[in-house]
């Protein structure tokens, strides 16, 4: 049996360790180690409330908006805000859904696609296109002279070495390549949407406890609109239409392949509130295929965290309104900072993939009727299992009902400015309370995020986040279940232990965000212990 690590796991968000246990071939065992601990919580204790939302936001570069978010629902709660205006509502799904194009795209075409391209063809270029000429004349220079250490290193190295998963054809290649650039064009313009109403990116200033700070002019709201028609016919004639093409295509037997499968548990706390009551992606919590929950209030009481392997103290677990974050980095049996995350003591993948799936059995309700969920279901109905490739098929997918709920509240929002003043915050219950609890679920890009708060003499006694990764980078809890990434990796092909190449896959198709991250390139390989971009 050879032992693999993987140290730091690049092109991702923060710092992941992989250590795995490989016999003839495939992948027995694994341990995801999360490698950095987060303060915030504890630097939050005996500050102002309202601060939480700036506090929070800071913890990481990508999913501010989000954290804000969650951290103003929770605040509010505590205070006794029952309601934001609807055009709170609606300007909060405005700055968090620009930063979600932003995120998901740069996630396919800038993080992950390296996984699946063999760019090597693109030495054999013999187009017109000036940036890809350019990036033949770099790549053909390090593939004849690797830099040294230190040295810079082009964009796409190093990585591992394709495999017979891999696009080999150069026509594909060279489009997706085109569209990786094109892409770094849409996202400068999905950051200015969210900017327009947000203030400023990163970490906004829009979003506060009890609302949001303006009200937009006509001219932000023209432009916004501009923006997202240019970036919506992106991400329906380019981004959905390459991961579909590729994953019905070239990709097709990786995507009917068992690679990256989970447990079949999903978990969404519902994302971007409508007016009607319901969210855009809907709630629910799924175990082995069965709705066990499809409500918040339903969902957030069996929530808890497990720490047995987590570098904490024993017993500063149990449910997010109870814990803290005591560190005990000698523990025995610890190898991660992430704690474990459960519900009803069962493992869930939280994420792109989990809202599809639950969207997808909750159809028989109107409001979550959407032709991107349908398409989803066609995926499955063909055969494509909810592994590695899915998760990208879901992403790209989500964006698209994404634009269409963008075009929709843009739409609310300019109905309600008919030349009269319109509400945006709550006014009343602005002052923090002597004593009081509260909560904020949403989903963010990378699945369900919540923040926990308990005040006392007006300040935060209490503060607890359980982002997305913490459900899905989880480490064994005290039952000796493995968490989400260290499940879909058991059974992964590993026929080579010098190239892991399928190992990043999966890993890299969940989105990790461990925290905002440093992004290493080096081409340093030692035996038994890779460092790979």
Request: proline share 6%.
């Amino acid at each position: 049996m050879a032992v693999i690590t993987i140290d730091p796991l690049t092109r991702i968000e923060g710092h992941l360790k992989i250590e795995l246990d490989v016999n003839l071939g495939v992948v027995t065992g694994a341990r995801a180690s999360g490698t950095m601990a987060r303060g915030i919580e504890k630097l939050l204790k005996g500050k102002d409330p309202r601060d939480a939302t700036y506090v929070t936001e800071r913890i990481c570069g990508v999913c501010f908006s989000a954290h804000g978010w969650a951290s103003s629902l929770a605040v509010e709660k505590a205070h006794g805000t029952e309601n934001i205006p609807n055009a709170a509502r609606l300007l909060r799904n405005l700055i968090a859904g620009a930063c979600w194009l932003h995120d998901h795209m740069l996630h396919f075409y800038h993080l992950s696609a390296v996984d699946y391209l063999d760019l090597g063809v693109l030495s054999q270029y013999t187009g017109t296109d000036t940036y890809l000429n350019k990036i033949r004349d770099q790549l053909i220079a390090e593939l004849n002279n690797p830099p040294l250490e230190g040295e810079y290193i082009g964009p796409f190295l190093p990585a591992y070495a394709p495999d017979d998963f891999s696009i080999h054809d150069l026509d594909t290649v060279a489009t997706l390549v085109t569209h990786y650039l094109q892409a770094l064009e849409m996202q400068v313009k999905a950051k200015k949407m969210s900017a327009l109403f947000g203030g400023k990116q990163p970490h906004q200033s829009g979003i506060i406890t009890g609302g949001v700070t303006e009200f937009p002019q006509r001219i932000k709201r023209d432009e916004f609109q501009i923006l997202l028609n240019e970036v919506r016919a992106f991400v329906e004639n380019v981004y959905v239409a390459d991961v579909i093409n590729v994953g019905t295509g070239p990709l097709a037997q990786l995507a009917m392949s068992e690679v990256g499968v989970g447990y079949g548990n999903y978990l969404s706390y519902g994302g971007f509130p409508e007016k009607n009551g319901h969210y855009l992606y809907p709630e629910g919590a799924m175990i082995e295929g069965i709705l066990s929950e499809t409500s918040r209030p339903g969902i957030e009481p069996h929530i808890t965290e497990d720490v047995t392997h987590g570098w904490y103290e024993p017993g500063t677990g149990g449910h997010p309104s109870q814990t803290i974050q005591e560190f005990d980095l000698d523990k025995t049996g610890a190898y991660s900072f992430v704690k474990a995350p459960r519900f009803k003591g069962q493992p869930m993948e939280v994420g792109p993939l989990a809202r599809m799936m639950i969207a997808a059995n909750r159809m028989d309700e109107n409001a979550y009727y959407h032709h991107a969920v349908q398409t989803f279901i066609s995926l499955v109905n063909q055969g494509v299992q909810p592994g590695a490739v899915a998760r990208h098929a879901a992403r790209a997918l989500e964006t698209l009902m994404l634009c269409d709920g963008l075009q929709r509240w843009l739409n609310e929002l300019n109905v309600l400015n008919g030349g009269r003043t319109v509400p945006i915050h709550d006014t009343e219950h602005w002052d923090p309370p002597v004593t009081g609890n509260g909560y904020g679920m949403i989903e963010a890009p990378r699945g369900s995020l919540g923040h926990w708060i308990n005040i006392q003499d007006h300040k935060i006694d209490r503060y607890a986040c359980v982002v997305p990764t913490t459900w899905n980078a989880s480490p064994v809890d005290e039952y000796g279940i493995p968490g989400p990434y260290e499940k879909a990796l058991i059974g992964c092909p590993v026929p080579d232990p010098e190239n892991p190449i399928n190992v990043g896959r999966i890993i890299r198709s969940f989105d990790p965000c461990i925290a905002c991250a440093v992004h290493i390139l080096t081409a340093k390989k030692e035996t038994n212990h890779l460092i790979i971009g």
